[in-house]
């Protein structure tokens, strides 16, 4: 049995960016211009809802900024690699458990 593979298609309702690649995309959104401060990131998108989970469990902006040590980036890159670990952190730490994970693996 064949897994058909994933479409680039963003604009499926029922897919939802989480982790890296919710923090790429809002970075696009709010026009991030490098270099860039913790502390301006902190002071202007702090309070931005940030999901870490597929099911949609959030984190405050601030709080993933607060767990990294680095106070400045000057690459998009830089910043998304330093977050990385971090967001899938978040990601265990509201995971559900392995009946979640179980669920998640099973194709309905």
């Known amino acids: 049995m064949a897994v058909r593979p994933p479409t680039n298609d963003t604009d499926d309702p029922e897919s939802i960016e ?9 970075l696009s959104r709010w026009d991030v211009s490098f270099p860039v401060t913790t502390a301006e990131l902190a002071e202007t998108y702090g309070e931005e809802q940030i999901p870490v989970t597929p099911s949609g469990k959030t984190v405050p902006f601030r709080a993933v900024l607060t767990r990294i040590e680095t106070e400045h980036f000057d690459k998009r890159q830089e910043l998304l690699n330093t977050l990385h670990p971090v967001l899938e952190a978040e990601r265990e730490k509201h995971s559900g458990g392995l009946i979640n994970r179980l669920r998640s693996l099973l194709p309905f």
């Open 18 to 26: 989480f982790g890296i690649a919710a923090i790429d995309e809002r």
